[in-house]
């Protein structure tokens, strides 16, 4: 059984059936927020970012939210198949501990937790991320405004009520609560428009590295809101996943032709072409928002996403993992203090998953536009 779909915008499959896909093609790299579902990502990233990226020398902006913002600041790391395998093993023995009479570990414990464990991985080596030679990284989170400027016990719940009930009215609309605010590294300009949301860039240092990818993965009510990340604007930051869960961004209409010259991430340089966005993602629908999960006319594919080429798992191959499904948050309900039973049933699917990357290699080196369906 094959375990690898391929899915492309319009112009991407273009370029495909013209030029292959070569490694200098490649502008931007999207990591989506998804928690566990990430981990049958990894074969693909330590290829990618280990393998065959190096095989070219232009700059590629990474894009992350929540567990995709800490696959994208890995892949900055000197060493990324030794990183990610790292992070693969970590995200995989994680375990929180539960008081007697609670259902779920408090929001206070787990945030400790993942904040030591941050300081853990990336202790040291920050400036590696931050001062890579090719990479750009970009962490989104979600600003919360008005009702949802600090966390309270009360205001939170009802500003994300006002949220929920606006974003199924109107997706732009939810600015009125949640602003995206994207962390960047080197100065660099955003991948995409942004007349999508509300959004403000900022400058990623190594002062707010880790209050800004903590917040980018901080869940509403699983995880407290960050507050007093340096260098940003006053207010609670919580996981980029709230506004963009996949990001569903404005690619294709921006300048992230390397070297093209022009207006910047509103702008658009009519004389070169955008490149191309590689997308290893755990599925084919790219959502636009956390709240949109359940929208599912907001999950179709836009003109965003033309230069787009999307890597997923067969949901047929989904169903031959560990209780048939890629693995996800309710694995730790579900499996609750059975931690060896955990980490079985996620290592067994991280080890199969290994077939996405071999079947990826096995394309480029033979590109067959037969198999590249309509994202």
Same mark, same amino acid.
């Not at 991430?265 to 949109?292: C, I, M, T």
């Given at each position: 059984?094959?375990?690898?779909?391929?899915?492309? %915008?319009?112009?991407?499959?273009?370029?495909?059936?013209?030029?292959?896909?070569? @490694?200098?093609?490649? /502008?931007?790299? @999207?990591?989506?927020?998804?928690?566990?579902?990430? *981990? &049958?990502?990894?074969?693909?990233?330590?290829?990618?970012?280990?393998?065959?990226?190096?095989?070219?020398? $232009?700059?590629? #902006?990474?894009? =992350?939210?929540?567990?995709?913002?800490?696959?994208?600041?890995?892949?900055?790391?000197?060493?990324?198949?030794?990183?990610?395998?790292?992070?693969?093993?970590?995200?995989?023995?994680? #375990?929180?501990?539960?008081?007697?009479?609670?259902? /779920? @570990?408090?929001?206070?414990?787990?945030?400790?937790?993942? %904040?030591?464990?941050?300081?853990?991985? !990336?202790? %040291?080596? &920050? $400036?590696?991320?931050? $001062?890579?030679?090719?990479?750009?990284?970009?962490?989104?989170?979600?600003?919360?405004?008005?009702?949802? =400027?600090?966390?309270?016990?009360?205001?939170?719940?009802?500003?994300?009520?006002?949220?929920?009930?606006?974003?199924?009215?109107?997706? +732009?609309?939810?600015?009125?609560? *949640?602003?995206?605010?994207?962390?960047?590294?080197?100065?660099?300009?955003?991948?995409?428009?942004?007349?999508?949301?509300?959004?403000?860039?900022?400058?990623?240092?190594?002062?707010?590295?880790?209050?800004?990818?903590?917040?980018?993965?901080?869940?509403?009510?699983?995880?407290?809101?960050?507050?007093?990340?340096? %260098?940003?604007?006053?207010?609670?930051?919580?996981?980029?996943?709230?506004?963009? !869960?996949?990001?569903?961004?404005?690619?294709?209409?921006?300048?992230?032709?390397?070297?093209?010259?022009?207006?910047?991430?509103?702008?658009?340089?009519?004389? +070169?072409?955008?490149?191309?966005?590689?997308? @290893? #993602?755990?599925?084919?629908?790219? &959502?636009?928002?956390?709240?949109?999960?359940?929208?599912?006319?907001?999950?179709?594919?836009?003109?965003?996403?033309?230069?787009? *080429?999307?890597?997923?798992?067969?949901?047929?191959?989904?169903?031959?993992?560990?209780? #048939?499904?890629?693995?996800? /948050?309710?694995?730790?309900?579900?499996?609750?203090?059975?931690?060896?039973?955990?980490?079985?049933?996620?290592?067994?699917?991280?080890?199969?998953?290994?077939?996405?990357?071999?079947?990826?290699?096995?394309?480029?080196? +033979?590109?067959?536009? =037969?198999?590249?369906?309509?994202?």
């Amino acid at each position: 059984m094959r375990a690898l779909r391929l899915y492309a %915008g319009p112009q991407a499959r273009r370029h495909i059936e013209q030029h292959g896909l070569r @490694p200098q093609d490649v /502008r931007v790299v @999207p990591g989506a927020a998804g928690g566990p579902k990430g *981990l &049958v990502l990894g074969p693909l990233d330590r290829f990618i970012f280990g393998d065959w990226l190096a095989g070219s020398s $232009q700059p590629v #902006h990474l894009v =992350g939210a929540s567990i995709g913002a800490w696959r994208m600041a890995t892949a900055c790391l000197d060493e990324p198949v030794a990183a990610f395998q790292r992070l693969e093993d970590d995200y995989i023995r994680q #375990h929180f501990d539960w008081q007697p009479g609670q259902k /779920r @570990p408090s929001a206070q414990h787990v945030s400790a937790q993942f %904040g030591q464990s941050l300081q853990d991985f !990336y202790g %040291g080596r &920050v $400036q590696q991320v931050l $001062q890579h030679p090719r990479y750009r990284l970009h962490i989104v989170t979600s600003r919360g405004r008005h009702l949802l =400027g600090r966390e309270h016990r009360l205001r939170t719940p009802l500003g994300y009520l006002g949220a929920f009930l606006t974003n199924t009215v109107h997706r +732009k609309a939810m600015g009125a609560w *949640l602003e995206r605010v994207v962390f960047s590294s080197q100065g660099a300009p955003l991948p995409f428009a942004t007349s999508d949301y509300r959004t403000r860039q900022l400058a990623l240092t190594e002062a707010n590295f880790n209050p800004a990818l903590q917040a980018s993965c901080s869940i509403p009510f699983m995880l407290q809101a960050v507050h007093n990340i340096p %260098g940003a604007p006053p207010g609670a930051y919580w996981d980029g996943g709230i506004t963009d !869960y996949h990001l569903h961004l404005n690619y294709a209409s921006d300048l992230i032709a390397a070297g093209a010259g022009g207006t910047g991430a509103e702008g658009r340089n009519d004389s +070169k072409l955008p490149g191309l966005v590689l997308y @290893p #993602h755990f599925q084919k629908a790219v &959502v636009p928002g956390w709240l949109d999960k359940g929208l599912k006319w907001r999950h179709g594919a836009t003109h965003f996403l033309d230069n787009m *080429l999307l890597l997923a798992p067969d949901p047929a191959w989904v169903q031959t993992l560990p209780n #048939h499904k890629l693995p996800d /948050r309710n694995d730790f309900l579900r499996y609750g203090a059975d931690l060896p039973g955990r980490i079985k049933a996620w290592s067994t699917a991280v080890a199969a998953s290994r077939q996405l990357a071999d079947e990826f290699q096995g394309w480029l080196a +033979k590109p067959d536009v =037969g198999r590249v369906e309509v994202l």
